[in-house]
């Protein structure tokens, strides 16, 4: 069974311009959500959907956008990139949105 | 907003040696998980608990779910190289919203 797939892996992008992130969820999950690694900050929640649905969200601006698809493929956009929005995202998958499982992540560096 | 506290931030063993991090919590949490993160790759499932009370081990790893469903401990018995990387806890509470630990990176030295 094909894991949490993400792309692209690593981009670099320059201030100002956005950008948008892909994931697709393990086969059967319908639940994907997005997280922001940093150093200093770690782990932190972005956004949850589910069924098309955003269910959570975190305390992100609105820069930060998510939409997921009828087939449970998922997308997040940044608009107006800022040099701080440098991270790995990483997309997870889940069923019903418990246990979930996470992608490679997409390493994003914002010049 | 709902906070984890994982500790120890960082541990220097010996091979073969056990290991033992924890989380706390301000929170009632209905599940509690914990991943291994590598190098520059995503974190990596290795055991979920649902149930307070719950000890749960997957090989050389032993998880256990606090009867006050604020807290929860991974072991890692017998520890070799490969165990290198940062372990995370994570709690979800009723909303599925998972809270992370800052992380536990641990460094074993053959």
């Known amino acids: 069974k094909a894991g949490v797939t993400q792309t692209p892996r690593y981009l670099i992008k320059t201030r100002g311009q956005q950008v948008t992130l892909s994931c697709s969820p393990i086969s059967g999950h319908r639940s994907v959500s997005w997280y922001q690694q940093t150093p200093g900050q770690g782990l932190q929640f972005l956004f949850e959907?589910?069924?098309?649905?955003?269910?959570n969200k975190g305390n992100f601006p609105g820069r930060f956008s998510g939409r997921q698809f009828s087939n449970s493929r998922s997308e997040m956009n940044v608009s107006t990139l800022e040099l701080g929005d440098s991270a790995l995202y990483l997309c997870a998958s889940s069923l019903e949105g418990n246990t979930i499982y996470f992608g490679e992540g997409s390493w994003l560096t914002v010049v | 907003g709902q906070q984890l506290n994982q500790s120890p931030q960082s541990m220097f063993i010996q091979e073969g040696e056990d290991v033992s991090m924890n989380c706390t919590s301000s929170s009632i949490f209905n599940t509690w998980l914990w991943y291994k993160q590598d190098p520059g790759e995503g974190p990596v499932l290795l055991i979920a608990l649902y149930k307070a009370g719950e000890l749960t081990s997957n090989g050389r790893l032993t998880a256990q779910f606090g009867i006050t469903r604020k807290d929860s401990f991974l072991n890692i018995s017998a520890s070799i190289p490969s165990d290198v990387g940062i372990y995370f806890c994570?709690?979800?509470?009723?909303?599925?919203?998972?809270?992370f630990g800052k992380g536990t990176l641990l460094t074993v030295n053959p």
């Open positions: 959907y589910f069924s098309e649905t955003q269910r």
């Open positions: 994570a709690g979800q509470g009723s909303n599925y919203k998972l809270t």
